[in-house]
């Protein structure tokens, strides 16, 4: 019980620290709405609620893969995935502040675009031995797909 009490309390710890992050790159979005309305965007543009929505659920279940993966991480096959996913979350934490505080839309892009390509490379290698974790990236990987062709809309129309 003491165990399960622990464990709980770990997930909780990972999803309250993502859901933080994510709180903090909101505010920067916040404070740029006005440059990003100003932009021309892809037709296919969801309203913000949708972003704000989908990043809250997006990031609980990074939390939790990540979270599985340290878990893992002394497995030989699992250190190279869990420093691959560090680095992609690097990347997606760091790509609010280059779109909407720096407007580089181009960089912008090209960081979505590699998050793809880690991601999808992650997921293929824990196919066969980790479905559970491959199956939870797969949203998030659909929207990296989605988001990177609405940024890649932004840069090509506006520069």
Known sequence: MILDR?????KFY???SFQF????LGQITKTNMDWYNSIVKSSL???GFVFSVTWTVLYII???VGKSLWDKKQEKEVKPILTLFLIQMILNWIWTPIFFAMHMTGLSSLIILIMIIIN??????????YQRITYAMIPYFLWLIFASYLNLVIWAQNY
């Open 6 to 10: 622990k464990k709980a309390l770990y």
């Open 14 to 16: 990972w999803i309250i």
């Open 21 to 24: 992050i994510g709180f903090c």
């Open 45 to 47: 543009t969801p309203p």
């Open 62 to 64: 990074l939390a939790l």
């Open 120 to 129: 999808g490379y992650i997921m293929v290698n824990l196919l066969s031995k």
